[in-house]
């Protein structure tokens, strides 16, 4: 089992910026940040796996950037030049390979982005 906490949510203002952190209760594979909007799929923002490989979805490229403390078990999100389109419930997701993936959720934090 990994516990995910979550932090850095928040209301700004269009073109702003925030830093979402993550902390995990242990190491992980995979630390990434999805994000959910009122009726829509959750969708991946991006992911980064303990090596420092990083993922991102093309809608954030160049704006947001993901980042990892192995040491903290932490994950961060930079997201800067914020739009009103990114305003969502971030998710905190870790993934653990032990035989099988295993995957695991944070409690969501809120990004509210206005115009």
């Known amino acids: 089992q990994v516990q995910l906490m979550e932090s850095g949510g928040g209301l700004v203002q269009a073109g702003g910026s925030l830093r979402l952190s993550c902390a995990a209760s242990?190491?992980?594979?995979?630390m990434g940040w999805y994000r959910q909007a009122p009726g829509k799929q959750r969708e991946l923002v991006a992911d980064?796996?303990?090596?420092?490989?990083?993922n991102y979805a093309d809608s954030v490229k160049g704006r947001f950037t993901i980042s990892r403390d192995n040491a903290k078990n932490t994950v961060y999100l930079q997201m800067n030049s914020l739009k009103p389109e990114d305003t969502a419930v971030y998710y905190c997701?870790?993934?653990?390979?032990?035989?099988?993936?295993?995957?695991?959720w944070g409690q969501g934090t809120q990004v509210t982005v206005s115009s």
């Open positions: 997701n870790a993934k653990t390979y032990s035989g099988n993936y295993y995957s695991y």
């Open positions: 242990r190491s992980s594979l995979f």
């Open positions: 980064i796996t303990s090596g420092g490989t990083t």
